[in-house]
């Protein structure tokens, strides 16, 4: 499972730099909007407040940093908290500026524009259509880090084979031996294995020794006590 955690670092490529760069516009339109003509009033360059940082600064840094972690993690779980966090940001650059009003925030400050389209598209450009799209490509960076290829499964396979201990095959002590599975062995000249103790040859009579032949009848047998057919 090790292979499949991890993830090319190219899947996040696209969605985190944008991410990254969504975040920060919407973090500092506020402040740097009057150099361009283009925000909210005051018609003044770094102005801050605590509504600014919860309505801008707060969700432009959770949606930069979130794409930070979308555009450089290689792990997958990892990234997919990275795209959850900038999802997040994006949801409040769409409806902050609605709930705020619960606490009595007084906003940032109303567009500087006179015309009634401009000052839609500043509104679109600082809160809703900026929080709508993080939260596009946040959501797309999360179905991306969601899918295991076919490529990543054949690297964890292949990962698992290669940390997979050798164990050397051994024979079973305990398998019958048969003619064909006994190992050779250098056999003499009168075919019998070398270094071997040969089987004791089978008792003759009664007299129990190898090669010795009993004697044939005559008078000097002798008759042993409680022998089978003893003569009366």
């Given at each position: 499972m090790t292979g499949i955690k991890r993830v090319p670092r190219?899947?996040?490529?696209?969605?985190?730099?944008?991410?990254?760069?969504?975040?920060?516009?919407?973090?500092l339109l506020p402040f740097v909007g009057p150099y361009l003509d283009f925000g909210f009033q005051p018609d003044r360059t770094w102005v801050y407040n605590t509504d600014r940082l919860q309505l801008c600064v707060a969700p432009g840094a959770a949606a930069a940093l979130g794409g930070l972690i979308v555009l450089f993690s290689a792990n997958r779980m990892f990234a997919m908290l990275g795209?959850?966090?900038?999802a997040l940001g994006g949801a409040w650059f769409a409806v902050g500026p609605q709930v705020a009003a619960l606490w009595d925030a007084s906003g940032v400050g109303a567009p500087l524009g006179t015309e009634q389209g401009r000052q839609v598209a500043e509104q679109l450009a600082g809160?809703?259509?900026?929080?709508?799209?993080i939260v596009f490509f946040a959501a797309l960076a999360l179905g991306r880090f969601a899918v295991v290829g076919v490529?990543?499964?054949?690297r964890d396979r292949e990962l698992a084979e290669a940390e997979e201990p050798h164990v050397e095959e051994r024979p079973d002590l305990f398998a019958p031996r048969t003619a064909d599975t006994r190992p050779d062995i250098d056999r003499t000249a009168h075919g019998r294995p070398e270094g071997r103790t040969q089987p004791l040859a089978r008792l003759q009579g009664r007299y129990g020794r190898q090669g010795q032949v009993p004697p044939q009848g005559g008078p000097q047998d002798r008759h042993v006590?409680?022998?089978?057919?003893?003569?009366?």
């Open positions: 190219t899947r996040g490529v696209l969605s985190g730099t944008l991410l990254v760069l969504l975040g920060a516009w919407g973090g795209g959850w966090l900038a809160f809703t259509a900026l929080g709508v799209l490529k990543e499964v054949r006590a409680g022998e089978h057919g003893e003569r009366g």
